[in-house]
């Protein structure tokens, strides 16, 4: 039998995982065995009795760095288990770090399409350059602000490939509408009561005219768009004219 889609995550805090993937849809796909989730902690690849992990970084300056010996060994033993269990598919490695690649939808894409990640979660300062550069590691990036750790990066970068997995989301069709699977953020959504303290639903949901309400939410969506990301509006807007 194939592997399900895993993720290794190498961490200092391995007590973090699965965390609050637990209750969500991912934490049912984790029961279910539509992935798998390993932890790799960090420390048991000390060399020391006090299990020393950083060490203060070269040319001075404030806090501490992972050490390269450690997280190298660290890193190989997981890669090595990792092929065991893929076989002869090799799966990503991503550090997350803000100096990163910013994730986005279709990164979350490709990584679903793969057979699972190596998940490297820094601490401190960050980790020593060395070892990204002696590893085909990429750098990946939750967004331009910092967090006191990776954890809360890998763990949301799962919740976002695990839902793209086969029978995790219910409906799938639900998630071919989503904000940026069409290039587009996502319409509006209501739900009962119709009024609620005075504000109507718009007419055209109650309408039951499919077309009409397929063709709000498009403008919607491009309104939506519009106002608020120049960026995905102008790519957008490149990619119809070249398909028109
Ligand atoms: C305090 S941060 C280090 C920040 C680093 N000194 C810098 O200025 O780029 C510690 C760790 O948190 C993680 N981290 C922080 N912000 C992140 C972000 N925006 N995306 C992904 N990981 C992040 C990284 O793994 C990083 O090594």
């Known amino acids: 039998m194939t592997a399900p889609w895993s993720a290794w995550v190498l961490t200092l805090f391995p007590e973090m995982f699965p965390g ?8 049912k796909a ?14 048991d690849f000390a060399h020391d009795r006090h299990r020393t992990v950083d060490d203060t970084p ?3 300056g404030p806090g501490m760095v992972m050490r390269a010996d450690v997280l190298a060994e660290a890193l ?3 890669a090595a288990a990792a092929r065991a269990t893929l076989g002869a598919e090799t799966c990503p490695i991503v550090y997350l770090t803000p100096r990163g690649r910013p994730l986005d939808q279709e990164r979350v894409r490709a990584l679903a399409r793969a057979p699972g990640v190596i998940l490297i979660c820094g601490r401190y300062e960050g980790i020593d350059q060395r070892v990204i550069e002696a590893h085909p590691i990429e750098e990946v990036s939750l967004g331009d602000f910092v967090l006191s750790g990776g954890e809360p990066a890998a763990l949301a970068l799962i919740d976002a490939v695990v839902r793209l997995l086969p029978g ?11 904000s940026f699977e069409t290039g587009l953020l996502e319409y509006p959504h209501y739900t009962r009561p119709r009024v609620w303290q005075g504000r109507s639903v718009p007419e055209v949901l109650l309408s039951g005219h499919h077309e009409n309400i397929v063709a709000w939410r498009r ?11 120049t960026d995905l509006w102008q790519r957008y807007q490149q990619k119809t004219r070249i398909e028109r």
């Open 20 to 27: 609050p993937l637990a209750h969500t849809l991912a934490g």
């Open 30 to 43: 984790l029961a279910d065995g539509l992935f798998a989730l390993h932890t790799v902690a960090i420390r």
């Open 58 to 60: 070269f040319g001075g």
């Open 76 to 78: 190989e033993a997981t």
């Open 168 to 178: 995790v989301v219910g409906q799938a069709d639900s998630l071919s509408d989503e």
């Open 219 to 229: 403008t919607e969506s491009e309104r939506i768009t519009a106002e608020r990301r």
